[in-house]
């Protein structure tokens, strides 16, 4: 354990450092805010990974492949699509987009220029509903990084928490953007191999007759169950769909976008988010599939077969390495979220309510309040351990960014037409239609709350925006 705690309390001062030497690089707002668009294509692209999938590609994703079967692998084939086309057909329109319209830091701010408001409606729609859903999400983050700590050291769930929570804070707090996205660009490479680096021991484990015999007992009960006719194939891919369908409406990764060196350096980095995330994901999903085969029925907690297997196969210094990968995941999501709240704050409530002339240190000065607040309020809320799976959490809030910002990102940058009151109604119907539908644990069908509020929210900004050119014609 000795071993383990060492390479835990490597990997966590690195992080830290990351965060101070960025600390010393920051001196505007647009370095804290966007790093003033000068992100290298490869740390946009596995920043930009790590920051999405997260601790529900480890933890997550191999769980439910532990407990449910293969089913959960549609969930790999949608935000694998997700991914592909969110970095073709959003990533190129929207750096130009915003840089073009007054250099537009964040997603609030580039709406309000795209649609040229008169009102600060829409602005301040867009922070609510951002502020809204980010807390959840950080909240949901802090409480599997917690987890995590007290499954491998055996630490008290609240003191795990906390410690987390400074390790978190302090370097985003410090280093704002640029720490961020280097510390996830790291991280993403920590995740990767982690997952990598355990699918290959399994299969040379799995290399022998007796483990095959096992193996291949394990593999004829894991069925694709759950999409057979009978069960509602149909309405099951539709829900799996909105893993594909939420990508475009993640500010989290939208702001990768924003941030890409040059428009040329876009294609770089879709080619490498591609390869990154497939290794990542086909990897996580040998680990469950073969993790299952492993362990058989042996764990309490399914999303935790990969600690488990780390434990069981390395040397506890590497395992540690390996288990910090988890937590890399989990924070990459979580500094990420937290530096968007930070800004949206700073850049779309206090300088358009408050001081709209303020100088970039008292800016950065609100920014960094504005984490720290935001922090507590999801420390706050994970304090009481959810007997939700980290997968559930995920999906509440990530489902719930997808249909408020989704139908409004896509039709911004492809219709010229659309109107500023339809942005602002389909970001709320969008939302409320996710909530609703999440609380209500699959409304009408089970089915993934992101899919009606997308479908919902684009009819009304269709709907709003035809009726709009109506009006004026007449």
């Known amino acids: 354990m000795n071993y383990t705690y060492s390479a835990f309390a490597i990997y966590l001062l690195a992080m830290l450092g990351i965060g101070y030497y960025f600390y010393r690089k920051t001196n505007t707002s647009s370095d ?95 922070s609510l509903v951002m502020l809204l859903f980010f807390t959840l999400y950080v909240a949901a983050g802090l409480s599997g990084g917690a987890v995590l700590f007290e499954k491998v050291f055996n630490i008290n769930y609240h003191l795990a928490l906390l410690i987390g929570g400074f390790v978190i804070v302090s370097y985003t707090f410090m280093g704002g953007y640029l720490a961020v996205c280097w510390t996830d660009f790291f991280q993403g490479i920590m995740m990767s191999l982690s997952l990598l680096i355990t699918a290959l021991c399994l299969f040379f484990i799995f290399n022998t007759p007796q483990m095959s015999h096992e193996l291949s ?126 800004t949206t704050i700073s850049e779309d409530l206090y300088k358009t309510y408050f001081r709209k002339n303020a100088k970039d240190k008292e800016v950065i000065l609100v920014a960094r309040i504005g984490l720290l607040i935001v922090a507590l309020i999801g420390l706050a809320l994970a304090f009481n351990k959810a007997d939700r799976t980290l997968l559930s959490m995920v999906a509440f809030a990530w489902g719930g960014f997808g249909a408020a910002f989704g139908p409004v990102i896509i039709f911004s940058l492809f219709w010229q037409s659309m109107t500023c009151q339809a942005a602002i109604w389909g970001m709320v119907i969008g939302a409320l239609i996710s909530l609703t539908w999440e609380v209500l644990e699959g409304g009408i069908f089970d089915m993934f709350g992101v899919v009606p509020g997308f479908i919902g929210a684009s009819m009304i900004i269709v709907l709003i925006t035809l009726l709009s050119k109506y009006r004026v014609k007449h």
Not at 71 to 78: E, K
Not at 277 to 283: D, E
Request: with cysteine; hydrophobic share 50%; net charge positive.
């Open 32 to 126: 804290y805010i966007l790093g003033s668009r000068n992100l290298p294509p490869s740390v946009a692209a596995l920043s930009s990974g790590a920051s999405d999938l997260s601790g529900w590609a480890l933890m997550g994703l191999p769980g439910a492949l532990f407990a449910s079967g293969l089913s959960a692998v549609w969930i790999v084939v949608f935000t694998l699509m997700g991914v592909y086309l969110n970095w073709k057909l959003v990533a190129p329109k929207l750096r130009v987009a915003t840089e073009q319209l007054d250099n537009s830091q964040t997603i609030p701010e580039y709406l309000k220029n795209r649609f040229k408001a008169d009102t600060k409606t829409l602005q301040l729609t867009a």
């Open 217 to 342: 007992q394990v593999l004829s009960k894991l069925t694709l169950k759950k999409l057979e006719p009978s069960d509602g194939w149909l309405f099951g891919l539709i829900s799996l769909s909105g893993w594909c369908i939420g990508y475009v409406g993640q500010p989290h990764v939208l702001v990768r976008f924003m941030s890409v060196r040059t428009l040329k350096d876009v294609a770089v980095s879709r080619k490498i988010a591609m390869i990154w995330s497939v290794v990542t994901m086909i990897s996580a999903v040998v680990v469950g599939v073969l993790g299952t085969a492993y362990f058989g029925k042996g764990l309490s907690n399914p999303e935790t077969v990969f600690i488990a297997l780390a434990q069981a196969f390395y040397h506890p210094f590497v395992a540690g390495i390996i288990i910090a990968g988890i937590l890399a995941a989990i924070m990459s999501t979580i500094d990420s979220q937290l530096l968007i709240c930070s």
